[in-house]
C-alpha cells in the first residue's frame, strides 16, 4: 500500500492489492481512509505510522460496515448511501459532505434561510417562491433568505446551476457566487462556480444580465453586460483588477459587451467569448452530458460529479487524451467501455466499487 501512495508499485503488487480490496468491505474502506487522509498517507509514505498500533486502532474505530440503506428522492434533494458500494464515501469525500452540507443547511435554517443541496450523481429541479426554475448540478447547492421575492430575489450558488428567471423588472434577480455576482430581469443562463475549479463560467442562453465581479475587499466593480450565446470565463486565481483595468466604464454604461481587446494589457481576469456552442450548458439538466474535444483530464471531473465515481489514472498522459461526444442513459460500465473503444482501445480500466483504475496498454 505504502508503494501505491508513492507512485512505485509494480503492476503485480497492484493487483494484489486489488484483490485485497475485494477481499472484504473493511480492507477496502482502510483503503479509502487512508486515500482520503492526506496526514495518514504521508505518515505511511514516510514510515511514520506503519508500526504505530494504537494509530491503526484508532483507524479501525472508525470503519464500522453498516447494513444497507437507500434514501434516493430528487424531491427531498438528499441522497444517503450506506451499503457496500457506498461505504467509500461513508468515510471518504461524499458523506463527510453531506454532514457538512446538513451542519450549512441547520444554520442557514437558523438564520431565515432555505438551502437545497444535489449530491454527486444527481440532477435536482427546484421552483422558487417568484417561480423562477433552477437546475442544479451534482454536488452543487443554492440557498435564499425566507424573504425571497418580498424586495429582493437573491440567492447563493455554490457548485453549477442553470435559471429560467421569472420577470420582475421591478425586483432584479440576483446569483451570488464567492468572487461575482450575476444580475438579471427575466432570462435563462448557466453558471458554473465550483470552489476547486480555477474559473466561473456564465453562459447567457437568451435574454439580458450582466456580471459584477467583487473586488479583493467584497466590493462590486463595473457591470459587464453579456448577450446571447455569450460565455464570460473569470479567473478566480488571478491578481484582483480595479475597475479601471478591467473594463472600459463607458461601454458599460452603454451595454455594450466588453471584449478582450477593451481590457488593459495587464494580467487577464475575464475573458468574454462570443458565439459559444451552448449545448453542454443547456442540455446538462434534461440528462444529457456532453463534450467536445474535451480532454480526458477535463472529463474525468464531470463524470465523477456525474456518476458518484472516482477516476484514477496510472499514466499521466492518459489526460490528455481528446474526446467528443455524450452521454444520457448510459451506466458508468457503458461509458467507460465507449471511451475506451473511442480511443482505439489504447488503455484499460477497473472498476472497485466507486474507484475506476485506468491504466496505458
Not at 82 to 102: D, E, K, P, Q, W
Not at 188 to 203: G, L, Q, V
Request: net charge neutral; charged share 30%.
Amino acid at each position: 500500500m505504502k508503494r501505491y501512495f508513492q507512485q512505485t508499485i509494480s503492476d503485480r503488487e497492484l493487483q494484489q492489492l486489488i484483490q485485497w480490496r475485494k477481499t472484504s468491505e473493511l480492507n477496502d474502506t482502510v483503503f479509502q481512509e487512508i486515500e482520503d487522509d492526506k496526514n495518514i498517507r504521508k505518515a505511511l509514505i514516510t514510515n511514520q505510522w506503519e508500526d504505530n498500533s494504537e494509530e491503526w486502532q484508532q483507524l479501525l474505530s472508525r470503519i464500522k460496515p453498516t447494513a444497507r440503506k437507500f434514501y434516493i428522492s430528487r424531491k427531498t434533494l438528499y441522497l444517503i448511501t450506506i451499503s457496500a458500494a457506498a461505504i467509500l464515501l461513508l468515510l471518504g469525500f461524499s458523506l463527510g459532505m453531506f454532514f457538512n452540507h446538513t451542519r450549512f443547511h441547520e444554520k442557514a435554517a437558523q438564520k431565515g434561510y432555505t438551502y437545497i443541496f444535489s449530491p454527486r450523481g444527481q440532477r435536482t429541479k427546484v421552483i422558487l417562491p417568484d417561480k423562477t426554475l433552477v437546475w442544479l448540478n451534482a454536488e452543487s447547492s443554492i440557498q435564499y433568505p425566507v424573504s425571497y421575492n418580498q424586495d429582493q430575489r437573491e440567492v447563493y450558488l455554490v457548485g453549477e446551476a442553470f435559471f429560467d428567471v421569472k420577470k420582475n423588472p421591478d425586483i432584479p434577480f440576483l446569483v451570488s457566487t464567492t468572487e461575482l455576482k450575476v444580475k438579471v430581469y427575466g432570462t435563462s443562463f448557466n453558471i458554473k462556480a465550483f470552489p476547486d475549479e480555477e474559473y466561473i463560467e456564465t453562459t447567457l442562453i437568451e435574454g439580458k444580465l450582466s456580471i459584477i465581479p467583487l473586488n479583493r475587499h467584497n466590493k462590486e466593480n463595473q457591470e459587464i453586460y453579456l448577450k446571447p450565446n455569450e460565455k464570460c470565463v473569470y479567473e478566480k486565481d488571478a491578481d484582483k483588477l480595479t475597475t479601471r483595468q478591467m473594463v472600459d466604464k463607458s461601454l458599460s454604461e452603454q451595454g455594450q459587451t466588453p471584449k478582450i481587446s477593451d481590457v488593459k494589457p495587464v494580467k487577464s481576469k475575464i475573458i468574454i467569448e462570443d458565439n459559444v456552442d451552448t449545448e453542454k450548458e443547456k442540455l446538462w439538466k434534461d440528462g444529457k452530458l456532453i463534450f467536445k474535444n474535451e480532454s480526458f483530464d477535463e472529463l474525468a471531473v464531470r463524470l465523477e460529479r456525474w456518476y458518484d465515481v472516482k477516476l484514477h489514472f496510472k499514466d499521466e498522459k492518459m489526460k490528455s487524451y481528446k474526446f467528443t461526444g455524450s452521454f444520457e442513459k448510459e451506466t458508468i460500465n457503458q461509458a467507460m467501455d465507449a471511451l475506451q473503444i473511442s480511443s482505439q482501445n489504447s488503455y484499460r480500466y477497473e472498476i472497485i466499487f466507486r474507484d475506476i483504475y485506468l491504466k496505458s496498454n
